[in-house]
Structure formats: structure tokens, C-alpha cells
């Protein structure tokens, strides 16, 4: 709950430090003096947006700082966990605001954007505006409504993460298919491309190899007669050959053994050398031998060639990345054939998961009738309480599972509501009066807000258009809500201030050329003070004296 909060140079309030207590605490005060500045204050700590205006004029910044007891909150205390900002039992938030307009957020100390603060609130407090009732003429608010009394939030999440995988699934397959056109188109040019290269038929190792006989057998008469050269002068030159001239150095060498034993070692080498000379002679002769010189060879190396640096300049490669080239084209064709099986399965897909979001809403809408026909019965009943005794009050649901497929389900829903006796049920904002549509909206802002974890509530003038007898049952409702929860209310009802398990009082003084508002905690006394003023205006007599103390003693 609300424990304490500290506001400075915010708007017209210089410094304020409020305690809040368990229970129903009402806050009053004149016309035009603040009562809903606390409230505002409070709602920047929750992520409000904020700007320059709301810093006090002639200061450098505003600053409103408050602190939640945890104690009986876990939904917080997860959250603050989650987020690795938890401070045990207690959640300190800060919101600083510059006369420039910049803003910081602060939640126990640590930096963080405002909408972490405007996440965490919703786990802290609940804010029902004066306005709340024209809101609930819209049908998205009433659906919001229901689905908080209905309490089913994890079918909520289910449906809303089942709805964006299908509309995920069904936007890409959307893509895919206008896509399709483009992709037949490319893939007739892959087709033709892959069909010349495979009829083709390049090896990944085939140009080296063909470009290395092609050049053999192109320089076949030259490569004869040089071999025959070196034949000529290895071995088989009559006059002078380098065989002849070793093996007449051999004989020379062994008669130098013969005189010197050094010289030993040098017939070995030079037995190599004829050795090596005989055996060059031999490859180059058998060389010669297998030497084929076929015309009509050359011819298909000179056709197989040409079809390959032809094809390779088409693709705009060099002829030994053909193979690779003709490699990825197949690939990519086959990735295109891939999309036809693609966009099969997709569809599939996509009907599977549309058929999961169906469930989840039927679930979801199964839910939310259940709920409605409950709300139905209760606000009924308060707006007899409520000095509507012919009231009735019917949530009417509609599911269109055809039509209107949403992240929030299926369904349309309409509040219809019959305040005289045989009058048809019609829209709210069709059938009430201002002061009638004040008082539903304040019966389904209190039955619901029961049923929201939100351990501490706010009701901003929400009794606008209320009086007399019905305030006071008003007051008695409200009261009730406090005894489970802790309720503010600001209110210009004697009978709503009155039923408060205690009562802020709201001053504005000016001086010196500025104006101030404070707030200050009432005593019993002061209180009486106080309702006698609500009562009787600026006259206090002995009657709206015993009046207030009447209403205390009622409440």
C-alpha cells in the first residue's frame, strides 16, 4: 500500500509530506485548492508523462518521491525481482522533473525509463479518474473491465501470443506468395541456365587438365623434335653424345684408382651420372613413343574449350570458377523448387495456428460470459442500492470468429442498461442521464476493483453528479471497499468525506505574490469542522455541527 509521499516545488505546492494509512482515507477541501495535486504528483511516480509545467514557477526543479509496503503484495515484489530492482518489503519511487522539462525515473535508487515505472504501477495502484465515466461509453474500456473483474489473464496472454504468431505466420506467407511471380520468372532463367551447364557437364578438376593436353597437343611437332635433340645429344649422337663422353671419363677415373685411392669415391659418382643420363634418354624415347599427334583430338579440345570460356564470360566468371558457378546455380534453383514446398507447408501452418487462436478466444469468450452474467447480477443490485430501483444492467457479448479475430479475442461487447420500468434495454450512453451514468460507473469501478490485485485505490471526484441519500450509500460502498483494501478518494460530498476512516483537508494560501497548497491530516474534531462545512457552507451553525457529528457517528 500507499505508506508515505514527498512532494516539492510541484505546481503550486512547494513542500509536502503526506503519511497514508490503511482503510478509507477521504481528502476534501475548497473549490480550486489542490484536492487532486497529490493525486497528479503520485501519478508521474507511475510513469505519468511529464513536462516543464509542472514545475513550481521561479524553481530549477520539481521532485516527488513515494514509498509502497510490499508486505502484502507479491505481484510487485515478482516484478521488482524480475527486473533485478527489489530493496526487500519496501519500493521507494522517485520522478524528477527539470524546469526545462527533462524528466528522471528512479525505482529504489536505480536510473530507469519512465515506463518501468509505469509497469511497476499497475502492480501498486489503481487511479479511478472523474472522468472514468465517459470512458466507459467506450466498448474497448468496457472489454478492459470485464476481462479485470473476469481475472482469466493468463488466457489474455495466451491469446495475444497465439494472435501474433498467426498474424506472423500469415504476413509471411502473404510475402511469399506475392513474391511468387518474381520467382517463377527467375527460376525459367535458372532452369535454362543449370540446362546448358549440365549439358555441359564440366568436372570440378576439368579445365587444368584439358587446358594442359590441349597445349601438348597443340606443340606436338615442336615437342618431337626437341625431344629427339635431347635423345640425339644424350646418347645417340654417332660423333659426340654426353654418354659416350662419360663412360670414356670412366675409363680414365679407374686408371687414376689405379695410381691413387683417393679418387675411389669420384667412380661412384660418376657411375650415377650414366646412369642418369641412360635412364633420361630412356623416359624421353618412351615420351616419344606414346606421343600422339590426332588431329581430330585437338579439334574437340579446341570445341570443348571455346563452349567453355563462352559460357564463362555468360556467367561472368573465370573458366576455372565455372564448375563453382554452375555448382550455386543449382542450389539456388533448387532453394526457388524449395518455395513451392515452402509455401505449402506455410499454409498449413498458417491455418494450424489460426485454428490455436480460435481455441484460445473461445476459451477466452466462454470466460468472459461467465463474468458478465456474474457483473450483471452485482452492478444490478448497486444500482438499486443506488437509488435506481428499476435499474437493470446487462453486458451483452457478441463473438464473431469469422469477423473480428483480434489480440484480444473474438468478441464485441456492449453495456446496455434500462433504468425505468419498461423501458428496453439500449446503450449506456443512449439511455442514462449524467446523473445515472455517474453513479453505474462509480458501482462498476467499485465491484470491479475488488476483484484487481491492486492493493491501493484511488477514486479522483468520481461521486460528481451524486447526491443526497445516494451519496451516502455512496460513502458506505466505498467505506466497505476499505476495509479490504486501501482507498483515497477525493470528494466534495459531506456524506463520502464523512464514512472515511480518516480525512485529509486540502488549504491554499497566498502570499507575498505566490500561492502554496498544503494538506493536512484531520483530527476528530477538525473533521467535525470540516463537514459541517461541506454541509452548510460558510456558515457553521450548531445544526450542521450535529449533522457532521451524526455522519461520523453513522459511518
Request: aromatic fraction near 4%; charge should be negative.
Amino acid at each position: 500500500m500507499l505508506a508515505h509521499i514527498t512532494i516539492q516545488n510541484f505546481a503550486i505546492v512547494k513542500a509536502l509530506e503526506l503519511d497514508f494509512h490503511s482503510g478509507m482515507t477521504t481528502i476534501t477541501g475548497e473549490t480550486g485548492a489542490g484536492k487532486s495535486i497529490a493525486i497528479d504528483a503520485l501519478g508521474l511516480c507511475l510513469g505519468d508523462r511529464a513536462d516543464a509545467s509542472m514545475v513550481r514557477p521561479g524553481e530549477d526543479k520539481a521532485e516527488i518521491v513515494t514509498l509502497f509496503h510490499l508486505q502484502n503484495n507479491p505481484a510487485a515484489r515478482r516484478w521488482l525481482e524480475d527486473n533485478e530492482l527489489t530493496d526487500g518489503d519496501e519500493c521507494i519511487l522517485r520522478r524528477v522533473i527539470t524546469k526545462e522539462g527533462r524528466s528522471r525515473a528512479f525505482i529504489n535508487g536505480s536510473p530507469v525509463p519512465a515506463s518501468q515505472q509505469k509497469s511497476l504501477g499497475q502492480h501498486l495502484i489503481n487511479i479511478h479518474g472523474q472522468h472514468a465515466h465517459q470512458l466507459l461509453m467506450r466498448n474497448d474500456y468496457q472489454l478492459t473491465l470485464l476481462d479485470q473483474y473476469a481475472g482469466h489473464q493468463h488466457l489474455l496472454v495466451t491469446m495475444r501470443q497465439r494472435y501474433q504468431e498467426w498474424r506472423a505466420k500469415r504476413n509471411e506467407l502473404k510475402q511469399l506468395e506475392k513474391n511468387k511471380e518474381a520467382f517463377e520468372a527467375q527460376k525459367q532463367l535458372l532452369e535454362y541456365q543449370v540446362s546448358e551447364l549440365n549439358e555441359l557437364a564440366l568436372g570440378e578438376t576439368e579445365y587444368p587438365e584439358l587446358e594442359e593436353e590441349h597445349k601438348r597437343l597443340s606443340n606436338c611437332g615442336d615437342i618431337a623434335i626437341c625431344s629427339q635433340s635431347v635423345i640425339q645429344a644424350l646418347s645417340e649422337d654417332e660423333d659426340n653424345n654426353a654418354l659416350s663422353l662419360l663412360q670414356y671419363a670412366q675409363q680414365k677415373l679407374a686408371e687414376l684408382t689405379t695410381m691413387d685411392s683417393q679418387f675411389t669415391p669420384l667412380m661412384q659418382m660418376l657411375d650415377e651420372a650414366c646412369i642418369q643420363v641412360q635412364e633420361t634418354s630412356h623416359e624421353i624415347t618412351s615420351y616419344m613413343d606414346r606421343l600422339d599427334m590426332d588431329p581430330a583430338r585437338l579439334n574437340y579440345l579446341d570445341d570443348r574449350m571455346a563452349t567453355i570460356m563462352r559460357l564463362s564470360r555468360k556467367h561472368q566468371v573465370l573458366p576455372e570458377a565455372l564448375y563453382d558457378a554452375h555448382q550455386a546455380l543449382i542450389s539456388e534453383l533448387d532453394s526457388l523448387n524449395d518455395s513451392d514446398n515452402h509455401i505449402e507447408q506455410l499454409t498449413q501452418d498458417v491455418e494450424l495456428k489460426h485454428q490455436a487462436c480460435l481455441a484460445s478466444a473461445e476459451k477466452l469468450s466462454k470466460s468472459r460470459k461467465r463474468y458478465a452474467k456474474e457483473l450483471d447480477k452485482l452492478i444490478s443490485a448497486s444500482m438499486h442500492e443506488l437509488s435506481m430501483q428499476h435499474g437493470k444492467f446487462h453486458i451483452a457479448l457478441n463473438s464473431q470468429p469469422e469477423s473480428h479475430l483480434s489480440p484480444m479475442g473474438v468478441d464485441s461487447i456492449e453495456f446496455l442498461v434500462s433504468t425505468n420500468p419498461g423501458q428496453p434495454m439500449q446503450a449506456l450512453g443512449k439511455v442514462a442521464s449524467g446523473g445515472e451514468l455517474s453513479r453505474i460507473s462509480l458501482a462498476i469501478q467499485v465491484i470491479t476493483a475488488q476483484k484487481v490485485d491492486t492493493p491501493s485505490l484511488i477514486f479522483d471526484e468520481v461521486d460528481v453528479g451524486i447526491s443526497g441519500p445516494t451519496a451516502a450509500i455512496v460513502g458506505k460502498l466505498l467505506r466497505r471497499l476499505g476495509e479490504s483494501t486501501q482507498v483515497m478518494c477525493v470528494t466534495h460530498l459531506p456524506q463520502v468525506a464523512g464514512c472515511g476512516h480518516q480525512q485529509m483537508f486540502v488549504t491554499k494560501t497566498s502570499e507575498k505574490g505566490t500561492t502554496s497548497t498544503n494538506m493536512i491530516l484531520l483530527d476528530i474534531s477538525a473533521r467535525v469542522q470540516e463537514l459541517a462545512r461541506l454541509l452548510g457552507g460558510s456558515e457553521i451553525t450548531e445544526h450542521t455541527l450535529a449533522n457532521a457529528k451524526e455522519l461520523l457517528v453513522a459511518a
